[in-house]
């Protein structure tokens, strides 16, 4: 059975850093590749977050993490990490890991009916 367990969440005040993490079993995971994606309070869109992806751990960002967010992996652990710095009250979202990515986002329903997802962890930045 494919799982991806997401932990690292938390309550944070803005200015301040998280770290993500995403663990996957049940596939190979150097393999596929693995996004974060995050969806706002009360909102139905999953936004792209981050993306890594082939032999050489290329990266891409949305445009709304970029040069605060690092992705990363650890093949050994199954892990993926999303280190989240200076982070900003609108960055409250749950954040999902999801293998494979589902491209730029969407509708989250429609895009988790796809690959796999992980049940989200919470990341709340007050302000």
């Known amino acids: 059975e494919v799982q991806l367990v997401e932990s690292g969440g938390g309550l944070v005040q803005s200015g301040g850093s998280l770290r993500l993490s995403c663990t996957a079993s049940g596939f190979t995971f150097a393999n596929s590749d693995m996004a974060w994606y995050r969806q706002a309070p009360g909102g139905d869109n999953c936004e792209f977050v981050s993306l890594i992806y082939d032999k050489y751990n290329r990266r891409q960002y949305g445009d709304s993490v970029k040069g605060r967010f690092t992705i990363s992996q650890d093949s050994a652990t199954n892990t993926v990490y999303l280190q989240m710095n200076s982070l900003k009250p609108e960055d409250t979202a749950v954040y999902y890991c999801?293998?494979?990515?589902?491209?730029?986002?969407?509708?989250?329903?429609?895009?988790?009916?796809?690959?796999?997802w992980g049940q989200g962890t919470q990341v709340t930045v007050s302000s």
């Open positions: 999801a293998a494979p990515s589902r491209g730029s986002g969407g509708h989250c329903r429609i895009l988790k009916s796809f690959g796999f």
